[in-house]
């Protein structure tokens, strides 16, 4: 399986810019499913960007993300992965389709997050568990285990109140994960990413290219030409 058939592929561009494209719905490693129908591993993303890195070619990366986001394990690995590595080259993120969920919770901890435009989502800062409840089954369905919380949901009955209260205190965990990760990435508070940003939505600017509007979305600003802003970003940091 090649890397491309993960999600992910790597091109090179004029003045040592290294662009991945990584496309696809997120998820911790690669597998068949992925071969057939896409998706972005972020264990096969995560091992082209050291790569990239590593690479004495390459003087700046472009994480060309566009994605819904995907599974949370694995996610905050290679946010982690990303915000080491832009120490030692710069990383920026860019998107033109979708920059949501666990690909923005990605893609913040670049050195800087740019769009191609004013219909591109971004944010969607949440968590979620997805379960199929369906009453109706004429399927029975008959589980024997050990373990108080095994077995927390069926999906031929409601979750209990105190189950639900087990299955919330976790998304509410990843999401608080989630809020902190990204202030820290984007230089604000965890009370600000609250109050401006995680309410679970991806937006768009629409036709208000106003720099503050482009900063509510969590994103620096609007830019087609990413090389320019990379070149930029290596020029200032090479003369420090």
Known sequence: MTLTECGV??????????????????????????????????QMATRQLESAVADP?????????????GSVIGTPEMATAVRALSAEKPIVTHSDGNLASAAYWIGAAANGIYISGSTVGVGSIGAVVDRTYNPG??????????????RLSKPTEPLSDEAR????????????????????????????????MADGRARAIGGNNNPLAIRSLGCDAICVAIHKCL??????RESE
């Open 165 to 196: 209260a087990i299955v919330q205190a976790d998304v509410d965990y990843v999401y608080a994960l989630f809020v902190d990760d990204v202030a820290a990435y984007r230089g604000t508070t965890s009370e600000q990413v609250l109050e401006n």
């Open 137 to 150: 089954s004429s399927t029975q369905q008959e589980s024997i285990v050990a373990g108080r919380y095994k």
């Open 9 to 42: 592929s790597r091109r090179h561009k004029p003045g040592g810019v290294a662009v991945l494209h990584m496309e696809g719905v997120i998820a911790p490693k690669a597998n068949m499913f992925m071969r057939i129908s896409g998706g972005l591993s972020t």
């Open 231 to 236: 070149a930029t970003m290596v020029g200032n």
């Open 57 to 69: 070619r390459v003087r700046s990366i472009v994480l060309a993300l566009d994605s819904p986001g």
